[in-house]
């Protein structure tokens, strides 16, 4: 488990990055082609088929790529550069890194992999070495991941477009009690289920930067001084469960997200309570928690009110159920 601690400063300094880091794209996308989806996460569109294709021959796609992801989770630090999430320029940054810091990073590496002559070259910061490295990432990146691109950067839109209506509607209370499923936000504190053991990371004013990630199958928190942290998150998948319940059910309560899928069609607190099979007081309290949540909103038309989907409501019936 991570427990992240928020001050106020800390809130006031949340940003969701706009778009996904290509190069820690590249990066996390070959760690997916060497181990396939782990855990419980959540296939993407067209990802199944994108790896039965790329990972018999991912060895000579992805090159030094390969050597230089830790066997035991993480990425090394030069692949995360979130204010610069173009190719070209986050492959400059990393292959300008200062040798002090290659080396440090490399050694976190298993002794095998550190064998690799080219890991030895780049760990030195010969030119050689940081030749390659941007010479086997662009390629990766052109050969094996441009195809996906265009799937990504969609995919991309639609969960910023979520996460600015949970901000416009809850602030920054409702973007981090919705980011992900089973992240629980109870200010001050963050608690996000993670591989490792139990953390707790203060950012003691220096905000947080949320990187969103199509590969991504846990968090990933970094720091360097004088920056904000960073947190990449997966970005909202568009898999789609059987009935609302099985997905909303456990973030909204099983009722209380039935009252949600039934509002697919404007209806009065009456049809509202018809349509799930409720009593008429309790249709009005579950609207009422979804109505302050920014899910729905609620319209006098006389004597009655109707309830209507919020394109936040919308965003997420769509995304997680099908009729």
Known sequence: ML?????????????????????????????YLRTGPTGTARSRPGLTQWRKTIVRSVTPRAGILLDLDPRQGGLLDFFIHPST??????????????????SAEIAVLDGRQRESSVLRELADGTPKGRRILARDT??????????????????????????????????VDALLATLVPGWH?????????????????????????????Y????????????????????????????????????LLGRTRAAVLASLRHPATTTETADRVGISLP??????????????????????????????????????????
């Open 138 to 171: 662009l390629r990766y990146f052109d050969s094996t991941l441009a195809p996906l691109w265009p799937q990504m950067q969609s995919t991309a839109v639609a969960d910023r477009a979520l996460r600015a209506e949970a901000l416009l509607r809850g602030g």
């Open 85 to 102: 999430p173009e190719l070209h320029a986050g492959v400059e940054l990393a292959a300008t890194t200062p040798a002090k810091e290659l």
């Open 3 to 31: 427990r992240i601690h928020f001050t106020e400063a800390d809130l006031r300094q949340v940003t969701v990055a706009p778009v996904p880091n290509a190069l820690l794209e590249a990066a996390l996308s070959v760690r």
């Open 282 to 323: 309790s249709a009005s309290q579950h609207t009422t928690v979804l109505r302050n949540a920014g899910l729905i909103t609620t319209t006098r038309t006389g004597t009655a009110v109707l309830h209507t989907l919020t394109p936040l409501g919308t965003a997420l019936l769509h995304n997680h159920t099908t009729t």
């Open 185 to 213: 936000w109870k200010s001050p504190t963050w608690h996000v289920p993670s591989p490792c053991d139990p953390t707790d990371v203060y950012l003691d004013g220096d905000g947080l930067i949320l990187i969103p990630s």
């Open 215 to 250: 590969f991504t199958q846990s968090p990933m928190y970094g720091h360097r001084p004088g920056e904000p942290w960073t947190l990449t998150y997966p970005l909202h998948t568009d898999e789609h469960p059987v009935h609302a319940a099985d997905t909303l059910g456990p």
